[in-house]
Antibody, heavy 121, light 108 residues
Framework: QVQLVQSGAEVKKPGASVKVSCKASGYTFTDYDVHWVRQAPGQGLEWMGWINPNSGGAKSAQKFQGRVTMTRDTSVNTVYMELSRLRSDDTALYFCARIRSGYSNYGLDVWGQGTTVTVSS | DIQMTQSPSALSASVGDRVTITCRAS??????LAWYQQKPGKAPKLLIY???SLESGVPSRFSGSGYGTEFTLSISSLQPDDFASYYC???????????FGQGTKLEI
């Protein structure tokens, strides 16, 4: 079945980097963009950015520009989101989600299970 | 940047009620809006896309409407499984960026 499976929970110290993976299965990997969304404890959803697995092109929200890097490895149908210079307010549940490339108004229809990132000294 | 404002931020209702959640954009966004349902600790679930199109498998008691700056998500007869948080999400075709509303928590 169609699914996105994310890597496990991470605990990092302030100033470090974290890399979260999102492995796709059950569909043609390069046909769908992958987005990253996070949710701090008790807070709402925050869009971080997206990557086109076909071209490798990516775009991030202004808030994260310079700190977030999104990449993909088409040989293993996996996208990665790396967030650097971590701060305590980066503690959140991080989700990946897909949307059909070129159909950006059709909503994020399949989501990963989420990866908890905790930033603490 | 276009701001998305949801109201109310919290809503109390009962099983069988009809409820409406509103999402307002700071400027016209045509029909570039989606709605999601989220339960605690779980991934969001797509309900509505393109403002009024029902995602496959979503019960027909959910409906979306609106265009321009004001949009609504309606649930015609609340079921116990519907008590959750709801978010609107806008796609900006000029910047290729997305924005979520701040969410509405629907409680019993």
């Amino acid at each position: 079945q169609v699914q996105l499976v994310q890597s496990g929970a991470e605990v990092k110290k302030p100033g470090a980097s974290v890399k979260v993976s999102c492995k796709a299965s059950g569909y043609t990997f390069t046909d769908y963009d992958v987005h990253w969304v996070r949710q701090a404890p008790g807070q709402g959803l925050e869009w971080m950015g997206w990557i086109n697995p076909n071209s490798g092109g990516a775009k991030s929200a202004q808030k994260f520009q310079g700190r977030v890097t999104m990449t993909r490895d088409t040989s293993v149908n996996t996208v990665y989101m790396e967030l650097s210079r971590l701060r305590s307010d980066d503690t959140a549940l991080y989700f990946c989600a897909r949307i059909r490339s070129g159909y950006s108004n059709y909503g994020l229809d399949v989501w990963g299970q989420g990866t908890t990132v905790t930033v603490s000294s | 940047d276009i701001q998305m404002t949801q109201s109310p931020s919290a809503l109390s209702a009962s099983v069988g009620d009809r409820v409406t959640i509103t999402c307002r954009a700071s400027q016209s966004i045509s029909g570039w809006l989606a709605w999601y349902q989220q339960k605690p600790g779980k991934a969001p679930k797509l309900l509505i896309y393109r403002a009024s199109s029902l995602e496959s498998g979503v019960p027909s008691r959910f409906s979306g409407s609106g265009y321009g700056t004001e949009f609504t998500l309606s649930i015609s007869s609340l079921q116990p499984d519907d008590f959750a948080s709801y978010y609107c999400q806008h796609y900006n075709s000029y910047s290729n960026m997305y924005t979520f509303g701040q969410g509405t928590k629907l409680e019993i």
